[in-house]
């Protein structure tokens, strides 16, 4: 009798421990299958709706991820998890690269409607449209925006504005021929021996907050 009570309360015991197990592994797989899922989800929305909520999105898939890796050690075909894993991860990344992309793009147009005004547009840097009578407005504002934002500006941004700059010094020296007046010219000078050190400064500080960062 004493065996037959020991045997049906291991018995017991051991059905209870298969279905906590089998309930974990249920719940482990819930996890790492609400991942995978996040991120099909917000592999189909568009790249310039997902650039403005950007943060809150890769917040939430960092979360979703954590889960899932804590999951895989309580899940029985950890192989299968993995490759899921692995697999999502890849395409989330693929997709971060696209968004990050759009998203340098969309600021570079930014900073060059900043500097150059309305009158640019696309990628051409040959400033067609700056002529002799609205040079020095353009110049002007060009230095102006930078002084007023130069805190603001990244390492990168000094270098898309020395691009821009040296175009638009470019686009004067053919100018030059073209018409453009001394006085007009005067200013321009002026204006070009703020800029000089100002970007040198700030671009040089920029290099050197990005390096610290790195550090960190």
Not at 50 to 74: F, G, H, L, R, V
Not at 85 to 110: G, N, P, W
Request: with cysteine; net charge negative; aromatic share 8%.
């Amino acid at each position: 009798m004493k065996n037959l009570l020991r045997l049906t309360g291991s018995t017991v015991f051991a059905i209870i421990m298969i279905a906590c197990t089998d309930k974990e592994n249920k719940i482990s797989a819930q996890k790492i299958d609400n991942f995978t899922k996040f991120v099909d989800s917000i592999s189909s929305v568009s790249i310039n709706e997902s650039s403005e909520k950007w943060k809150d999105i890769e917040a939430t898939y960092q979360m979703k991820k954590n889960e899932a890796e804590q999951a895989i050690t309580k899940i029985d075909n950890k192989v299968t998890a993995q490759e899921n894993i692995d697999a999502s991860t890849t395409k989330f990344d693929l997709y971060k690269s696209e968004v990050t992309e759009s998203k340098m793009q969309m600021e570079k147009k930014k900073l060059r409607k900043a500097l150059l005004g309305e009158e640019h547009t696309g990628e051409d840097l040959t400033f067609s449209w700056v002529n002799k009578d609205n040079i020095l407005q353009v110049y002007e504002n060009f230095v102006n925006t930078v002084e007023q934002n130069k805190a603001l500006y990244s390492r990168e941004d000094w270098d898309e504005i020395k691009l821009l700059y040296e175009a638009l010094d470019s686009r004067k020296n053919t100018i030059e021929k073209e018409g453009l007046s001394s006085d007009d010219n005067l200013k321009i000078a002026a204006l070009k021996v703020k800029f000089a050190p100002m970007y040198t400064l700030n671009r040089m500080n920029a290099k050197a907050e990005e390096n610290a960062e790195a550090k960190e």
